[in-house]
């Protein structure tokens, strides 16, 4: 079999590995960015890249390229299950689709210097002594050994890497389901604005519409996975998406209107990784999704990611350093990553637990909580 040697392997060039690659190849490591789609790909999601994320856009040097090709919100609506609504200005956040978004992260990566390898499926870990020493994939049809001193699991959440060193967690409470389409609108019934509409049906989740250019909007919808039972009568993430279209008085917008493309779902991992995991091994880093670090309730993911990638950046260099890429160099990880992290997240998690009961949520709209539900809904992370 083949064999590849380099100083760190990155697995999967969503924003959290090409963003990790990129402050690598920045610092001079010398870094492999593997991902198993041939790109650009799409990744389902409602594209909206938050005020969290902004800062490392502009810190890598691309965000004139983003922002020309992405929508400035415009604020945002949130609407309660009893109807009542309640406008923020806008957060600072872009809608740009996924393709593109993605493409200019990892192409950021690959002008720093990472070598990118695409259609590169990783199927097993390399364990020897207690260690991660690299991956396992087949590239262009090629079974290949890539071996490094330090792996980055950035692949997703279905994350093989999460599986393999034993930090794959699945279950109903702590998975969300998630899909999204494109709608072409009339301006005339849309306001461009970000809308987040807290409805009956999807309750602790709801359904969005963020706005796109050309009048393009990303419609969807997400709600815990064990809300998929008898007594609530949920079915299908398109079937109820199609349900509130009919039936809300704010689906008018996209009502009767053609999906364009289809209708994708995917997983959302909902723990957010702070007492669970501690997202390192031995020669191993979680981050993003892999990590299960969306922020839950709200779902944003692609911040979070690209944070993760920051510091992971950072104590990949120390461990370089100390030639010592042991757990007891790797776990400044969550240390850093906890600090800014864990009260936030608690907080969305008590949210996230109220959100199942309509009375509270209405009660949350009344002008004497807005700001408090400003604040725990986290909108100065959002679009
Ligand atoms: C419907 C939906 C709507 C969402 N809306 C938002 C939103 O509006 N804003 C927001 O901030 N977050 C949103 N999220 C969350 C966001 O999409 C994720 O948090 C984000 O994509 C995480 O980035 P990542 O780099 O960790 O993983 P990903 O973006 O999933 O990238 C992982 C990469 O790994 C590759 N990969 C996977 N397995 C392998 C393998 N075995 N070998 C090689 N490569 C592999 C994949 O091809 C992929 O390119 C949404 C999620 C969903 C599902």
Redesign the pocket.
Known sequence: MKTIEREVIV???????SACAAYLARAGVDVLL????IWP?D??????Q?AR?IPHIKELGFFDEFASKGFMSQGSLWTAPNHSTIEFPAGGGYCTPRRIF?DEVRHTAMRFGAEMIEN????DVILEDGFVKGVKAKINGEYLELRSKLVVG?????S?IAQKIGMFHDTDENACV???CYVQVDPKDFAGKVEIHLDKDVMPGYVWI?PERNNIVNL?L?FQRSLYNKSTGVKTLQETLRKWIEESPFGKPVRGKKWIGEFRG?R?PNDMGVDRKDNYVNGCML????ASL?VPFS?????P?MDSALIVSDVAQTALKKNDFSGEVLKEYKTRYDEKNVQPVMMAWKMNAMLANQDAVNAMFLPENRQKLAAAMGIAHHI
């Open positions: 697995v999967g060039a969503g924003p959290g590995g593997l991902d198993k789609e790909r990744k389902p999601c409602g594209d909206g938050t994320a993605d590169a499926w990783v199927y950035a692949d997703g959440s279905h093989l998630v899909g999204r963020f969807g997400g995917w959302i981050i993003g999704d892999a969306i779902g944003e993911g692609v911040g990611a």
